[in-house]
């Protein structure tokens, strides 16, 4: 019954924005810290930012930091990724995940928690 769920995601040109989703039914993701990640085809998934439970710091991977940025809204139980300045390499699925074992980010590894279907951007021309 618990499930997080990834929206917004598609097909853009370089140079294009997209915001993507993150929603939850069954849990309220203010009690968490969240991380978006994404996978491109053959390689290893990896961290994109982090927003923290405890103070609503964020950190974001040195190849998003200034086109990226992750946000709430506690009133829609959502956390966003906006992503602007898109390039071919930001192509890939999209995760968000739940962080069980920390109130601020630590780190942009794998988390411990919920994790969504994912959902997938390409940025092509």
């Known amino acids: 019954q618990v499930q997080l769920v990834e929206s917004g995601g598609g097909l853009v040109q370089p140079g294009g924005s997209l915001r993507l989703s993150c929603t939850a039914s069954?849990?309220?993701?203010?009690?968490?810290?969240i991380g978006w990640f994404r996978q491109a085809p053959g390689k290893e998934r990896e961290g994109v930012s982090c927003?923290?439970?405890?103070?609503?710091?964020?950190l974001y991977a040195d190849s998003v930091k200034g086109r990226f940025t992750i946000s709430r809204d506690n009133a829609k139980n959502a956390v966003y990724l906006q992503m602007n300045s898109l390039k071919p390499e930001d192509t890939g699925v999209y995760y968000c995940?739940?962080?069980?074992?920390?109130?601020?980010?630590?780190?942009?590894?794998?988390?411990?928690?919920?994790w969504g279907q994912g959902t997938q951007v390409t940025v092509s021309s």
């Open positions: 995940a739940t962080d069980l074992d920390h109130f601020r980010c630590s780190g942009l590894g794998l988390m411990r928690g919920s």
């Open positions: 069954g849990f309220t993701l203010d009690y968490y810290t």
């Open positions: 927003i923290s439970k405890s103070d609503g710091s964020t």
